[in-house]
């Protein structure tokens, strides 16, 4: 299976600030995904990151608040903009083999 | 879009009894639907997966059915474990979209 790296692993952030996450796969991938998991809770797609092009938002996330970049098959990124205590969340990168989704670590976020 | 239904939201048992989660979906053109075990602090793992061309799947001690006419699947762990003790989550998703929906997730406690 795909390796796959997440960088930061935590960071706490003031809010009305912005954080970019990486995600990093050791092999070349077509589909990646971002998901979010709220404390306590089950994990929700936030976006597609398609490579070459604009990432597909699922409803309620737009672009503006979780702008993603895929400029090439093995890395992507997600910014968190203009934060809240609301976008405390841990997100996660998945990768897609055409066999089944692997999750990445995880970037654990604190917004005070 | 699609949504998942997952019960129970709790379950314990004692260890060696058997633990079944189950999950209905609602799109019919879901026809990939994996298993994820999800350790406190952990990223989700891929315990077992079912593709809508197959009933049944069985890996050890663990098995998930499928039933496509009443649009539900059962994971099955039998002779649990304490190690088996985690967060359980289901999903779905189609060969075209591939991105998951899951379900709300199976807190298991196994007491030894």
């Known amino acids: 299976s795909a390796v796959i790296s997440q960088k930061p692993s935590r960071d706490i952030c003031q809010r009305g600030t912005s954080l970019t996450i990486q995600c990093q796969v050791d092999?070349?991938?077509?589909?990646m995904f971002w998901y979010r998991q709220q404390p306590g809770q089950s994990l929700t797609l936030i976006a597609t990151a398609n490579q070459g092009s604009e990432a597909t938002y699922e409803s309620g996330f737009v672009i503006d608040k979780f702008p993603i970049s895929r400029p090439n098959l093995t890395f992507s990124t997600l910014t968190v903009s203009n934060m809240s205590p609301e976008d405390s969340s841990i997100y996660l990168c998945?990768?897609?083999?055409?066999?089944?989704?692997?999750f990445g670590p995880g970037t654990r976020l604190l917004v005070l | 879009g699609e949504n998942v239904e997952q019960h129970p939201s709790t379950l314990s048992v004692q260890e060696g009894d058997s633990a079944v989660i189950k999950c209905t979906y609602s799109d019919s053109a879901s026809n990939y639907f994996p298993w994820y075990k999800q350790e406190l602090g952990k990223r989700p793992q891929l315990i077992i997966d079912i593709r809508s061309n197959v009933g049944e799947k069985k890996d050890q001690r663990i098995a998930v059915t499928l039933n496509k006419t009443a649009k539900h699947f059962s994971l099955h762990i039998t002779e649990t474990q304490p190690e088996d003790s985690a967060v359980y989550f289901c999903?779905?998703?189609?060969?075209?979209?591939?991105?998951?929906?899951f379900g709300s997730g199976t807190r298991l406690q196994v007491q030894p």
């Open positions: 092999s070349q991938v077509t589909m």
């Open positions: 999903a779905a998703s189609d060969t075209g979209r591939r991105a998951l929906t």
């Open positions: 998945s990768v897609d083999d055409w066999k089944t989704q692997y």
